[in-house]
């Protein structure tokens, strides 16, 4: 299968890059990548894609989401600068466990919305919200309930206070690693 090049909401396809694949003249016609969402027909969670059909980013951040503490911590440049307490899916909907990438940030002109101010959409999908748009997908985002940080009740995306999220929000790009561990 090819890669499309942006979603049908228009937003570009977002994807880690592993490794370079180098030719014989040392040139790069391909890198290995990890696939976003769920994995494909053939279970596949990695592919290959011609180098001069991307462009690469350089990030310098990257999130972990630990599920059983429902905390979230930014690292920049492999040092810790934002840890938080979040609200991680309910049993029935829970959040699901992997490495993915941030594809999408979206600033809320309703901040009182229940996904609060902003949302970091990710290239992680539901097991459990297939039939939700989209095919269930996940984000880190705010909410219009603040006693739900630090439990687990969400359809699977990850809350965060408006605060947390606001300085979240103001370092986090598109392409960031975000691993969620158990």
């Known amino acids: 299968k090819s890669f499309v090049a942006t979603s049908r909401r228009g937003v570009p ?3 880690a890059a592993l490794v370079e694949v180098r030719a014989s003249d040392c ?44 905390r ?11 840890e938080a307490p979040a609200a991680v899916g309910a049993p029935a909907t829970p959040t699901p466990r992997g490495r993915f990438v941030v594809r999408e940030r979206i600033r809320i002109t309703n901040s009182s919305s229940a996904f609060g101010a902003a949302a970091i959409g990710l290239s992680a999908f539901s097991e459990k919200l297939i039939d939700w ?45 975000v691993e969620i561990v158990e």
């Open 27 to 70: 040139g790069v016609p391909w890198y290995r990548v990890r696939l976003s969402g769920t994995p494909g027909v053939s279970g596949a969670t990695e592919g290959y894609v011609l180098a001069d059909s991307v462009a690469l980013a350089e990030v310098h951040t990257r999130v972990v989401v630990d599920l059983s503490r429902r």
């Open 72 to 82: 979230l911590t930014l690292y920049e440049d492999g040092a810790p600068v934002l």
């Open 133 to 177: 748009p989209q095919g269930g997908p996940v984000a880190i985002h705010g909410t219009s309930d603040p006693d739900s940080i630090g439990k687990a009740v969400s359809h699977g995306c990850v809350r965060l206070g408006a605060r947390d999220l606001k300085r979240l929000f103001k370092r986090v790009q598109i392409g960031t690693p």
């Open 13 to 15: 396809t977002v994807v």
